[in-house]
């Protein structure tokens, strides 16, 4: 086993201009598609085109024009929090910024290219110690920058930035242990925890499974001192890069969709026997789109990165190995992870136990896999032995998903179907696509195998499939939604300049959309209700359900729940053209045609009450329990929902709602309701990027409500004086305002920030003085060498 890197020179350039060249090959048909017949820019299909895109520009004028809270993101988040999931700490978004935010869409492309090719290059820095021949070395980073998890994740943009850093992390533990190479693996351990902390908690758990598989093989032989020096470095990359995760930490203890353990049975098995299926066959064919389930129809499929696929040898190399170095500590890793996989509590321990299922931790062993690939194919001998089983049984498992096209079956209506496939065309693309590959590689085996250039044959034959697959896989996810998203760029990009012209400046208010694409409060710099991003404000979390509105990835009040407009002070909601008769069918009161566009009819609220206004009475929870959760709004209009302790304290000011109100959740009534608050209206609200002001002028004191969400952020004063922000209507906030003039300033600061980057800064200090304290230790042994 080579445990020393080779001496001949590095070959990263080659590996990572090859990466980048068939990278940018495979989206240049699809760009020119986009250019010629979908508007622009070329976009792709669900998170790509609803998030990525649009979270890149925004975040991008965001950052340059600087500020805390951003109102555009749903009913308002700390940026900070609301963006560290997606990009705010990864290279690649800093990198953009030279780009102007308006520009950020063309960008999108040539990012993805630059992280498939840092991917494939950090695999081969990683491989080249594990692989003797450099030709092999190359072929393995090519495998992994092309893997069926790689090409999938190209739909969610942010998780290719993890994709590409890892191998980084990985080589430099090696470095560290094996080599005794100090000061680089820190700076990998930040980057990495800093890029994205959620994948990071899974990369901790790879690394120290990796590890201790190198001990137990007695790869890794490791002292006292030397485990010391390990962890120290870890424990300062971790402080470094640590910038993000206390907020982050801090925001996600209260977000529900993060407290979610498993119970009982759940912990050792799948609720569904599909997905067993489902995870056995993603090593053998290539991935289906994210948003399809073709072979197995139940169990939890959609959007879950579950592909080990790799172009063209597949899991004939790591079968192969398996079987020949049984006692490698590749072996025996790629084996705890075949067991994690199919266990739902190890699968979940890549993601701090919560029980959702998902299988984005699956680039780590895949990494692993492309290595015992070369390494296995750089030994003729053993490959001779072990590769013509192994293919066969690839084969085999390959072949066998065809039964489930042809299996019998009965539709809904109990008439005869062939197959349990959602969509045969579908299936038999992707199946044959795999057999394909299954076919060609041992074509290729039994033609250049025992040739010198045998590794150049095989690079060539995967580059070429991995062009292939992946176009398949790029068409199959992109174009079932063309028709769907041929108007992305007109509705959103396009859009931005008449929006502007036609929305009045003055004042605050929220937009609505309605059969329009998420996330336009980004595009137009506006908060809007319809919004998709899995990290807002908890406080969002907790108020959505309490009005009958279900918040999980994204905010979609339904049209039919009117009264929540008026609440949450939407003014304007922009219909797209397209969706004029649906919207006409809604038949929906106190809406007024006000102006086109060419991609909308804007319709204004009647009802529509600035932000900042007052109640005369107050609900508690027990009564607003008696009211179904669709018609709580039209109550919250009339009554403040407040908990015991703020009844008490405000018992002077709101009266509580009489019994026979609860009853009266008609439209008219909603409509009077709404004049009254705008009567008891603030005189001027703004809303700033660190939160919002207001000036009040009433002639008594008044409990004023705000719909922005109540995070722990916010401070507030009144004329300059702390004043306490109370938490009403279940996660939005009030303030409390004297008689006469009042000038409210609510300023909002990311919670934990200021600690954390107090611990980033001092990581970066003691690493700075580490690696000056390492410079001056080798500058002296060379001096002593040399003399």
Same mark, same amino acid.
């Given at each position: 086993?080579q445990?020393?890197?080779p001496k001949?020179?590095s070959?990263?350039?080659?590996?990572?201009?090859l990466?980048?060249?068939?990278?940018?090959?495979?989206?240049?048909?699809?760009?020119?598609?986009?250019?010629?017949?979908?508007?622009g820019?070329?976009?792709?299909?669900?998170?790509?085109?609803?998030?990525?895109i649009?979270?890149?520009q925004y975040?991008?004028?965001?950052?340059?024009?600087?500020?805390?809270?951003?109102?555009?993101?749903d009913?308002?988040?700390?940026?900070?929090?609301a963006?560290?999931?997606?990009?705010?700490?990864?290279p690649?978004?800093?990198l953009?910024?030279?780009?102007?935010?308006r520009?950020? @869409?063309?960008?999108?492309v040539?990012?993805l290219?630059?992280?498939?090719?840092?991917?494939?290059?950090?695999g081969?820095?990683?491989a080249?110690?594990w692989?003797?021949?450099?030709?092999?070395?190359?072929?393995?980073g090519c495998?992994?920058?092309?893997?069926?998890?790689t090409?999938?994740?190209?739909?969610?943009?942010?998780?290719?930035?993890?994709?590409?850093?890892f191998?980084?992390?990985?080589?430099?533990?090696?470095?560290?242990?094996?080599?005794?190479?100090?000061?680089?693996?820190?700076?990998?351990?930040?980057?990495?925890?800093?890029?994205?902390?959620?994948?990071?908690?899974?990369?901790?758990?790879?690394?120290?499974?990796?590890?201790?598989?190198?001990?137990a093989?007695?790869?890794?032989?490791?002292?006292?001192?030397?485990f010391a020096?390990l962890?120290?470095?870890?424990?300062?990359g971790?402080?470094?890069?640590?910038v993000?995760?206390?907020p982050a930490?801090?925001?996600?203890?209260?977000?529900?969709?993060?407290i979610?353990?498993?119970?009982?049975y759940?912990?050792?098995?799948?609720?569904?026997?599909q997905?067993?299926?489902?995870?056995?066959?993603?090593?053998?064919?290539?991935?289906?789109?994210?948003?399809?389930?073709?072979?197995f129809?139940?169990?939890?499929?959609?959007?879950?990165?579950?592909?080990?696929?790799?172009?063209?040898?597949?899991l004939?190399?790591?079968?192969a190995f398996?079987?020949?170095?049984?006692?490698h500590?590749?072996?025996?890793?790629?084996?705890?992870?075949i067991l994690?996989?199919?266990?739902?509590v190890?699968?979940?321990?890549?993601?701090?136990?919560?029980?959702?299922?998902?299988?984005?931790?699956?680039?780590? @062993?895949?990494?692993?896999?492309?290595g015992?690939?070369?390494?296995l194919?750089?030994?003729?001998?053993?490959a001779?032995?072990?590769?013509?089983?192994?293919?066969?049984?690839?084969?085999?498992?390959?072949?066998?998903a065809?039964?489930f096209?042809?299996?019998?079956?009965?539709?809904?209506?109990?008439?005869?179907?062939?197959?349990?496939?959602?969509?045969?065309?579908r299936?038999?693309?992707?199946?044959?696509?795999?057999v394909?590959?299954?076919?060609?590689?041992?074509?290729?085996?039994?033609l250049?195998?025992?040739?010198?250039?045998?590794a150049?044959?095989?690079?060539?034959?995967?580059?070429?499939?991995?062009?292939?697959?992946?176009?398949?896989?790029?068409?199959?996810?992109?174009?079932p939604?063309?028709?769907?998203?041929?108007?992305l760029?007109a509705?959103?990009y396009d859009s931005?300049?008449?929006?502007d012209?036609?929305l009045p400046?003055?004042?605050?208010?929220?937009?609505?959309?309605?059969?329009?694409?998420?996330?336009l409060?980004?595009?137009?710099d506006?908060?809007?209700?319809?919004?998709?991003?899995?990290?807002v404000?908890?406080s969002i979390?907790?108020?959505?359900p309490?009005v009958?509105?279900?918040r999980?990835v994204?905010?979609k009040?339904?049209?039919?729940?009117?009264?929540?407009?008026?609440?949450?002070?939407v003014?304007?909601?922009?219909?797209?053209?397209?969706?004029?008769d649906?919207?006409?069918?809604e038949?929906?009161?106190?809406w007024?045609l006000?102006a086109?566009?060419?991609?909308?009819?804007i319709y204004q609220?009647?009802?529509?009450?600035?932000?900042?206004?007052t109640?005369?009475?107050?609900?508690t929870?027990?009564?607003?329990?008696?009211?179904?959760?669709?018609e709580?709004a039209?109550?919250l209009?009339?009554?403040?929902l407040?908990?015991?302790?703020?009844?008490?304290?405000?018992?002077?000011?709101?009266?509580?709602?009489p019994?026979?109100?609860?009853?009266?959740?008609s439209?008219?009534?909603y409509?009077?309701d709404?004049a009254?608050?705008?009567?008891?209206?603030?005189?001027?609200?703004t809303?700033?990027?660190t939160g919002?002001?207001?000036?009040?002028?009433?002639?008594d004191?008044q409990l004023?409500?705000?719909?922005?969400?109540?995070?722990?952020?916010?401070?507030?004063?009144?004329?300059?004086?702390?004043?306490a922000?109370?938490?009403?209507?279940?996660?939005?906030m009030?303030?409390?305002?004297?008689?006469?003039?009042?000038d409210?300033?609510?300023?909002?600061?990311?919670?934990?920030?200021?600690?954390?980057?107090?611990?980033?800064?001092?990581?970066?200090?003691?690493?700075?003085?580490?690696?000056?304290v390492?410079?001056?230790?080798?500058?002296?042994?060379?001096?002593?060498?040399?003399?």
């Open positions: 086993m445990l020393t890197l001949q020179k070959r990263y350039r080659q590996v990572f201009a990466c980048f060249l068939v990278a940018a090959a495979l989206f240049l048909p699809h760009c020119i598609a986009d250019a010629v017949w979908g508007g820019y070329f976009h792709y299909a669900g998170d790509f085109n609803d998030q990525q649009n979270f890149y975040a991008n004028a965001f950052v340059k024009q600087g500020g805390s809270f951003s109102w555009a993101t009913l308002g988040s700390g940026f900070v929090n963006y560290s999931f997606y990009l705010l700490g990864s690649f978004f800093w953009s910024l030279w780009v102007p935010a520009l950020m @869409p063309w960008m999108m040539p990012l290219c630059l992280k498939m090719a840092l991917a494939g290059g950090g081969y820095l990683w080249r110690r692989v003797r021949s450099p030709d092999w070395s190359v072929v393995a495998l992994y920058a092309f893997s069926g998890f090409v999938y994740n190209i739909f969610f943009n942010h998780f290719l930035d993890v994709v590409a850093l191998p980084y992390m990985l080589a430099a533990l090696d470095d560290a242990v094996l080599d005794g190479k100090r000061g680089p693996f820190p700076f990998w351990v930040a980057l990495n925890l800093v890029n994205n902390y959620f994948f990071f908690a899974g990369q901790a758990v790879f690394l120290i499974l990796y590890f201790l598989c190198m001990l093989c007695r790869v890794y032989k490791i002292g006292p001192r030397s020096a962890a120290g470095e870890t424990l300062l971790c402080a470094i890069g640590c993000l995760l206390l930490g801090l925001s996600l203890l209260q977000n529900p969709r993060t979610d353990p498993y119970n009982g759940g912990y050792l098995v799948y609720g569904n026997a997905q067993y299926g489902a995870i056995l066959y993603s090593g053998f064919l290539m991935p289906d789109a994210p948003y399809f389930k073709d072979l129809q139940d169990g939890i499929l959609k959007h879950t990165s579950m592909t080990a696929y790799l172009p063209l040898v597949g004939v190399g790591g079968i398996c079987r020949g170095r049984r006692r500590p590749f072996a025996w890793l790629l084996k705890i992870c994690c996989a199919f266990v739902p190890l699968n979940s321990a890549f993601y701090a136990l919560n029980s959702s299922y998902y299988a984005r931790w699956y680039y780590m @062993p895949v990494l692993v896999l492309c015992a690939t070369a390494y194919m750089e030994r003729p001998q053993l001779q032995r072990q590769v013509p089983r192994a293919w066969r049984l690839v084969a085999l498992v390959t072949l066998s065809a039964a096209a042809v299996v019998p079956n009965t539709d809904d209506d109990g008439n005869f179907k062939l197959g349990v496939v959602d969509f045969q065309p299936f038999w693309g992707i199946f044959g696509v795999s394909l590959g299954v076919l060609l590689f041992w074509v290729l085996w039994k250049a195998a025992r040739r010198r250039d045998w150049k044959v095989f690079l060539a034959g995967m580059l070429a499939f991995s062009f292939l697959y992946g176009t398949v896989h790029l068409s199959l996810t992109k174009y939604q063309w028709g769907t998203d041929s108007n760029i509705e959103t931005v300049g008449e929006i012209e036609i400046e003055d004042g605050f208010y929220r937009l609505d959309a309605y059969g329009a694409h998420n996330n409060g980004l595009w137009f506006r908060s809007c209700l319809q919004f998709f991003n899995s990290t404000a908890p979390m907790e108020f959505y309490e009958g509105v279900t999980d994204n905010s009040p339904a049209a039919q729940n009117y009264a929540l407009r008026g609440l949450l002070s003014r304007y909601t922009l219909v797209a053209k397209d969706k004029a649906d919207w006409a069918d038949n929906l009161e106190g007024t006000c086109h566009t060419s991609a909308y009819d609220n009647e009802n529509w009450v600035p932000m900042g206004f109640y005369r009475y107050y609900v929870a027990d009564q607003l329990e008696t009211v179904p959760e669709e709580r039209q109550i209009m009339r009554a403040l407040l908990d015991d302790d703020q009844i008490e304290r405000y018992a002077g000011l709101l009266e509580p709602l019994e026979e109100e609860l009853a009266d959740r439209y008219e009534t409509a009077r709404c009254d608050r705008r009567a008891g209206a603030v005189e001027q609200f809303a700033t990027r919002f002001t207001a000036h009040t002028s009433y002639e004191q004023v409500f705000f719909s922005a969400p109540c995070d722990d952020g916010f401070t507030a004063t009144v004329n300059g004086e702390p004043a922000i109370e938490r009403v209507d279940k996660g939005l009030a303030v409390l305002v004297p008689a006469g003039n009042a409210i300033e609510c300023t909002y600061h990311t919670p934990g920030l200021a600690l954390s980057a107090r611990i980033s800064l001092a990581g970066l200090a003691v690493y700075g003085v580490y690696l000056v390492l410079y001056q230790r080798r500058k002296r042994k060379r001096n002593a060498e040399s003399c």
